[in-house]
Nanobody, 113 residues
Framework: VQLQASGGGLVQAGESLRLSCAASGIFFRDNDMGWYRQAPGKQRELVATITRRGYTNYATSVKDRFTISRDNAKSTVTLQMNSLKPEDTGVYYC????????WGQGTLVTVSS
């Protein structure tokens, strides 16, 4: 199983980034997916999830700024991040949330003030 995340980088506060995660080795359309992040010195936390039917859930801190979506034909899950804040800085990971429990490698997002 591989979950290949990409799209991280260095941006200024207020700018946008789009993260993508390409999955292989799983029946993607049968899996709920999520994005998590880990800021320096902090625990990993949930950012957003999307079920295999397309229902979404967001952390309060990112609601109305971030949008999670999926393309079952391409086996990808995307996180559109707008109005980025310095506190959004961290390593972002994609993950299968149900029924499997696989983590991808992270992609670093740095937001400067």
């Amino acid at each position: 199983v591989q979950l290949q995340a990409s799209g991280g980088g260095l941006v200024q506060a207020g700018e946008s980034l789009r993260l993508s995660c390409a999955a292989s080795g799983i029946f993607f359309r049968d899996n709920d997916m999520g994005w998590y992040r880990q800021a320096p010195g902090k625990q990993r936390e949930l950012v957003a999830t999307i079920t295999r039917r397309g229902y979404t859930n967001y952390a309060t801190s990112v609601k109305d700024r971030f949008t999670i979506s999926r393309d079952n034909a391409k086996s990808t899950v995307t996180l559109q991040m707008n109005s980025l804040k310095p506190e959004d800085t961290g390593v972002y990971y994609c993950k299968t949330t149900w029924p499997n429990d696989y983590w991808g490698q992270g992609t670093l997002v740095t937001v400067s003030s």
